[in-house]
């Protein structure tokens, strides 16, 4: 319950719309002047269900494979892109990931699953998985050896005080479901508040059940808080926002709450901070390589694919998808003797120091957390941004960065 409770608070986000996906498929992006043998990677997605979709990754992941095959492949090899559509359904993402095994693949990238079951496959097969959004309920893409996170969204309680007192609030409290299973979230919340000399108060536990957040947030008001960390699902959060207004900063994190949505809100959504991975698209000056994956984006729009358009890309779910190629491409390039998944996996275990061009800090994924059932996260460095309803968008909230987990070690000790 746990695992299902963190997966949903602190997950990618994504397209709500149908699109239509269809599961398997392969597709090499653009042209590539590599002379070895063709190499399949996988996104594991859903697309087009009722639910949550995410057809911006596969979009994302299939630029990122064009601009690989522009330069030369891996390791001299052209890239083949499968999809396969998880349709949000348990027994079609475990038929995903056999999918993958019986193709080959040299490694899954960018996958999203909430239902769980695709990494044991996978590692019995010792394929990796590279920048799983980290939100299945069995909890095993944080902790297979198999699965390197490159979001540590998990972390956002932890850095919420931090943001809110960055962007003005000097008495923080929270609003969080009465369960046991949001208990570590809290925790680390009150763990950040720690940090930064900003306990957390009031607490503010509500029944999932919870309609009217009227008397959440008058408690709020009476004990004087000006920032409230969020530990509830979406719609719950949007209710705590619209009632708070320009009262009390919220804090949640990036991906969870739809731009769309947030602009039904008007300036009401003004006081919202969130707890990014990545920059944001729009600083692209600052960040080279984030202008890089925009240029990809854009070819790969002007190649027919509709799913690249800018209004579908986020922050979020389309720097993970890309930067997962990114890092296959890197790591692969420094497998000795024969790319294959095994070989990589080999080598991505003993890899240091991978610069991704500045978007995360460079990699060592030999160091594991040493957070139980959380240890494949290979980046716990987050940002902060702020809702402007007036660009109807994020923006930055300043320059700085803030390391999740130095944060719990530092409130530790």
Known sequence: MAAVLAATLVACGGSDSADGGATGGGSASGGTSAAGSPVKLMIIAPTGTAGTNYPEMVAAARAAVRGVNARGGIAGHPVVLEHCNEKNDAATAKKCAQQAVDDGVLAVVGEVSG???????????????IGSAGVSADGSELSSPISYVISPLTFYPAVCPSLLAKAGASHIGLVGYDLSASDRLIRMAEAGGKAVNHPIAPLVRIPIT??????AISQLSRSGADGAVLVVFDQAAYAVIGKAGQQIRTCHAAGTLSPTYLSTLGPAADKLVIATAFPELSQGAQFPEVARMVRELDAEQASGDADAAPALRTTTTSTDAWLSVQIAEKVGNQVSGALTAKNLL???GRTKHLDLGGIIPPLDLTATTPIPGAERIFNATLRGARWDSASKSFVPLGTET??????LRHAAS
């Not at 803030?402 to 944060?407: A, E």
Request: no cysteine.
């Open 115 to 129: 239902t769980g079951g695709i990494m044991p496959i996978l590692q019995n097969a010792g394929i990796p998985s």
């Open 210 to 215: 919870t309609s009217d957040f009227t008397p």
């Open 402 to 407: 803030y390391n999740g987990l130095d944060i």
């Open 346 to 348: 080999a080598q991505l």
